[in-house]
């Protein structure tokens, strides 16, 4: 049976341990600041444009936007970025259909194309030469132009696409589906000219609820990995720790 030191010791383990894998994200973009959703759910995270809490940036049409991200785990591949103007009839933002699958910026929804590309995988020679070094928990910025129109209910998203040999199916082919080869970050926005531009938000949004415990190509370190409801364990494993060490004080009091 465990001593009352060890339950407390435990305790406080477990929900250190989970509270540092919850923050694990692969892929966060602070700016504009994301839906804070399931970055393996596309188009958008799984959160819909009109949900709770959802923030919404205000941009000068026709502008240059810096996005902000941070690949928290290292991953060989490239980024693209794409543009809605009314994200009310559906978000159109189709998937690349294979990893080589880059194609020329139009302006209006496909802002860019083939960014960062880094080598390694599959798609053996396109992402050559490589712009990046494939590490973890490296921030990267990027400028679009935005489409000079404004629009209520518009939406910029963020694909990462991701070559890891990990990502192939049995064959060496590259799966985009199940969080394997896609990531999907998006940002809602409003393009009105002459208003006044929100303020870069807080650089550290909320972690990703649904971490991802593919360690990628990057150095992790670290002995956590976690599924499922991270953040309900992180509060029984506390809750438990607490308990154990209110019982020890007790049992001192009464020696």
């Not at 991200?69 to 490239?78: M, V």
């Not at 589906?177 to 870069?200: E, I, K, M, Q, S």
């Not at 990628?216 to 309900?232: H, L, Q």
């Amino acid at each position: 049976m465990l001593s009352t030191s060890r339950v407390v010791s435990f305790g406080f383990a477990v929900g250190l341990c989970f509270a540092s894998t919850a923050a694990y994200a692969h892929l966060d973009m602070h700016y504009p600041p994301m839906r804070s959703g399931n970055q393996k759910s596309g188009p958008c995270e799984g959160v819909p444009f009109n949900g709770q809490d959802v923030p919404v940036t205000t941009l000068e049409p026709g502008s240059t936007l810096t996005i902000d991200i941070t690949e928290t785990i290292g991953h060989p591949g490239h980024y693209r970025v794409m543009f809605d103007a009314d994200l009310t009839d559906g978000e159109d933002f189709p998937d690349p259909t294979y990893c080589d699958d880059v194609r020329t910026p139009d302006g209006v929804s496909l802002l860019a194309d083939g960014l960062l590309p880094a080598q390694g995988g599959t798609c053996p020679g396109f992402h050559t030469p490589s712009e990046r070094n494939v590490q973890s928990n490296v921030a990267y910025s990027f400028d679009v132009t935005l489409p000079d129109i404004e629009c209520e209910n518009c939406g910029i998203q963020v694909i990462q696409v991701m070559t890891d040999a990990s990502k192939a199916d049995a064959n060496g082919n590259w799966v985009a589906t199940g969080g394997r080869g896609l990531y999907f970050r998006c940002a809602n926005v409003r393009l009105a000219y002459g208003a006044d531009p929100n303020p870069d938000p807080d650089p550290n949004p909320d972690p990703d609820p649904d971490p991802d415990p593919d360690p990628g190509t990057g150095p992790v370190g670290g002995g956590c990995s976690a599924t499922g409801s991270d953040a309900g364990t992180l509060t029984a494993g506390l809750i438990f720790g607490l308990i154990a060490l209110a019982r020890r004080r007790r049992i001192a009091a009464g020696q």
